[in-house]
T-cell receptor, first 114, second 111 residues
């Protein structure tokens, strides 16, 4: 257990569905991240929140919508996804500062878009 | 553009062998290099390296950074089947403290 939990662990959805991924960290960290991991590709950073403020949005399509109500919780709202969005979605958290950027990961949500 | 390249992409060895995984990087204002192990889902942290030439060790795993060569190696001695995993390398640059990730090395240890 890394102190970062994600739900659901698996999700199958149609292209017209709306669903949300949830992440919670119990480590007292300031920063939270959403990553997309596709087979044989580097982890793709999607969003970064630091002290609840979004600091990065790496050209992610608007069908992915993040929400960070507080430093411990992070959501990823999904709407009208495409089959190529099928991947493992990982949440991570860190203390976010010089020399303190060891990130702790949740177990991920395996998303399949039909 | 900042990038991190890992090699080999995959490796199959027998139990008891020693393996060396490579990570090279091109980033502006390097701050640190991190190694992670990913078995099933969540990557788990192994090492953070900031200084050149200082080996970090944890059991059978060790890693060292060479800032002159812009690279790092991860060594695993006396490999066991439980070492089978994807090993990820990431580099932190000064600009925004985010990590730039390599594609990983998939290591398979055969009994």
């Amino acid at each position: 257990e890394t102190g970062v939990t994600q739900t659901p662990r698996h999700l199958v959805m149609g292209m017209t569905n709306k669903k949300s991924l949830k992440c919670e960290q119990h480590l007292g960290h300031n920063a939270m991240y959403w990553y997309k991991q596709s087979a044989k590709k580097p982890l793709e950073l999607m969003f970064v929140y630091n002290f609840k403020e979004q600091t990065e949005n790496n050209s992610v399509p608007s069908r992915f919508s993040p929400e960070c109500p507080n430093s411990s919780h992070l959501f990823l709202h999904l709407h009208t996804l495409q089959p190529e969005d099928s991947a493992l979605y990982l949440c991570a958290s860190s203390l976010h500062g010089p020399g303190r950027n060891e990130q702790f990961f949740g177990p991920g949500t395996r998303l399949t878009v039909l | 553009e900042d990038k991190v390249v890992q090699s080999p992409l995959s490796l199959v060895v027998h139990e008891g062998d020693t393996v060396t995984l490579n990570c090279s990087y091109e980033v502006t204002n390097f701050r640190s290099l991190l190694w992670y192990k990913q078995e099933k889902k969540a990557p788990t942290f192994l090492f953070m390296l900031t200084s050149s030439g200082i080996e970090k060790k944890s059991g059978r795993l060790s890693s060292i950074l060479d800032k002159k060569e812009l690279s790092s190696i991860l060594n695993i001695t006396a490999t066991q089947t439980g070492d089978s995993a994807i090993y990820l390398c990431a580099v932190e640059a000064d600009s925004n403290y985010q990590l730039i990730w390599g594609a990983g090395t998939k290591l398979i240890i055969k009994p």
